[in-house]
């Protein structure tokens, strides 16, 4: 129980859970766990199974693409404050991507299989989830768009 | 760019009338303006593999100050090719050195990127409004920008850096496409080191021996620590970046009147009178090229103009 309240706080600190009713944040802390990656760690590898989705308390966290030649692509970088993963949302529940630790990164982890249980039982549970998430992705995907522009190319 | 055609200016209204003393404020071209004074090369800097820098004095050999308002132009002419509009990327307080960083984009900029040190090079100017340094003193100063629009800014910079006590906090976001298009590296290093300043640098792709961020600029702005009631945000670069530049800014409360852009337009007289650079019913060469974003955000939103 303390643990799960030392977790709560956490969890109340990150912007994701801004304006979460509490019960339903201190429902989800009994899925979440404090994690520590090293500089050069991977937190995950494409194709491997997203079990996880991850709140970045301090640090950087790279989200790279593994190219043929070796060397992998890095498409964006995430930092403190953000929200990683929603491959776990998914079928088939695989890491579309490869994410490494640029600096000490310290993350909330929350579990999938979890939080599948919780949400599956209790639907307003999942409402506050997912209506936390969509305006991440649309984010995401605004800027991927941008990028895609090629907005310094010669034109 | 499109070329536009030469129109009439629409007739002046009643506010137009009114000498506009501001600092900012765009001025008349003297007469002789169309001539082309020679310069001679006497420093070149390759920055990137399609950017460079140079420096000039006059031909003459009289040396003298080039004084200048930063965010303001020439009209560089390479003798037998033609003419641009390059912004001058040197320091105000230091109009000794007439500095332009270019991008080699076109017929003219290569004719002008293949030039040595020693060689002629023919100047109009400096035309147009300047990024408004004087009425921003007090307040928060946020420069946006991304790929070559750094050049146009650098002058702004050096000005609240040579004036730091007269700003609040000053932010500079810097995107570029890929780490080796990083333009002024060195002094963005220099920058960010100072105790001021806040610095943060984004490329849209890189591969992973490139530590610092990754994604487009507008993310720089939810990390920037500013006061969006009191700021002043000076932004250039593509236009499209430009636009999902001032939609962030929006959301986070600046008012459209605290926004500044520099706009680009084909040029050719550079003084009013061609109608090349006509933007609805300003001149980008006279009005602008830095307009307060509320007297353009119509302008911005009609396609094809
Ligand atoms: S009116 Fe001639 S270039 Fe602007």
Redesign the interface.
Known sequence: MVKIEGIDKLLAEHPFFKDMPIDARKTLAGCAKNERIEPGDYLAQEGNAADKFYLIRSGALAVECHVPSGDNLVIETLHTGEVFGWSWMVPPYEWNFDIRAVDLTRVISLDAACLRKKITKDKLLGFELYSRFIPILAKRLHSTRQQLTDLYGKS | ?TSKTAVKRSPKTADDAQPDTRPDAPRDAPLDAMMPVPFRIVKRTQELA?TFTIELTPASGRGGAFAFRPGQFNMLYAFGVGEVPISISGDPANPKKLIHTIRN?GAVTQAISNMKVGDEIGVRGPFGSAWPVEKAEGSDVLIIT???GLAPLRPAIDHVLANRGKYGRFVILY???SPA?VLFMEQLTAWRGRLDTYVDV?V?????????????V??LIE?ANFDAYHAKAFIC??E??MR?TIKELSSRGLKDEDIYVSMERNMKCAIGHCGHCQFGGKFVCKDGPVFPYSSVNALLKVRGL
């Open positions: 760019m399609d984009v991304g790929g070559i995107g570029a496409r298009d984004t849209d792709h890189a591969t992973r021996d490139w530590a610092g961020n990754v994604g487009v507008t993310r990390r670069g593509p499209l970046m999902f």
